[in-house]
């Protein structure tokens, strides 16, 4: 019960940084906006959250400046498909190598450092509770947190005024700025604002889950989250629930292997990416199912007037 207690609160944990950064991408692609640079920002964030953990010791500071990283990223991708309608592919690749490179340049003076150790939250009276304690209630708060930012999201776009304008944006940008609203701006904010949500997950991976800093350590979760925005089809209940699914992948390699099954390691390593590709797979399927539920306009640019 302990083993199944410990797999259940590790799947939690690495299901976060998924979660985090699949939600940013929902909202990029709700707008219309397709975000193939969330590998590249989620390094950049990662080593910035890093960097400011580092010399401030203060983990808030550390998401404050992933936040803004991805922010910042987001906001030049959006300049470049929004204004100048680039390729919004090609962009974001692009994006992604720049990242990757960049992040690499800047941590070589990081390599090797620690961090002060940010531990759990501890609820009185639930912590201590045989098997659901350590399963549910003693992880960090950036885990509670997400799970409130899935449910926050959920309203946000089918209750409130905002969420709708964005679903329409992302729908019918015609129809939109027929209306009066300026839906380049709207795409702007919500690459931003997703964007942000992205950088929390890079930092999240350098300061709270590995605690250190690694040439490329978000080792494909940015293609993860981009995977799961389908997977989930656009819902931000069904993202929660696919994050914590391949976290749960991710962590039952480690789990095979310390129960000694007799498995190549390389193999195990292989689970997530794997389960990515036959979850994709078996959706394809049924392309009608995709279509129904994906925004209208996404990957499409949009230029007033023509």
Do not use: C
């Amino acid at each position: 019960m302990n083993t199944v207690a410990l797999l259940i609160a590790s799947t939690l944990s690495a299901g976060t940084p998924l979660a985090l950064a699949a939600l940013g991408l929902l909202i990029n692609e709700k707008s219309g906006v397709v975000n193939l640079g969330a590998e590249g920002m989620m390094l950049m964030a990662a080593i910035a959250g890093f960097a400011v953990a580092s010399h401030s010791g203060n983990q808030w500071a550390a998401f404050a400046a992933g936040a803004a990283t991805g922010m910042l990223l987001a906001a030049a991708l959006g300049v470049l498909v929004i204004w100048l309608n680039t390729n919004q592919y090609a962009t974001g690749l692009a994006l992604t190598l720049f990242g990757a490179g960049l992040s690499s340049f800047i941590g070589i003076g990081y390599v090797g450092k620690s961090l002060p150790n940010f531990g759990p939250l501890d609820i009185p009276g639930l912590t201590t509770l045989p098997f659901i304690g350590p399963a549910l209630f003693h992880h960090h708060l950036m885990v509670y947190l997400t799970v409130a930012l899935a449910a926050a999201l959920g309203w946000f776009l089918d209750r409130t005024r905002a969420g709708l304008v964005l679903r329409a944006v992302g729908e019918s940008p015609e129809s939109a700025h027929a209306l009066g609203y300026p839906v380049r701006r709207i795409r702007l904010l919500a690459l931003m604002g997703g964007g942000a949500l992205v950088g929390v997950a890079g930092a999240y991976l350098s300061v709270v889950y590995t605690p250190l800093w690694v040439q490329g350590m978000t080792a494909g979760r940015g293609w993860i989250a981009l995977a799961l925005t389908t997977f989930a089809t656009w819902r931000p209940g069904r993202v929660l629930l696919g994050a914590y699914l391949f976290g749960g992948v991710t962590m039952l390699q480690f789990y095979l292997q310390g129960a000694g099954v007799q498995v190549a390691s390389q193999l195990l390593s292989m689970l997530p990416y794997v389960a990515t590709i036959v979850v994709l797979a078996l959706m394809s399927r049924n392309p009608l199912w995709i279509r129904v539920n994906m925004p209208a306009s996404i990957g499409k640019p949009f230029v007033p007037g023509s």
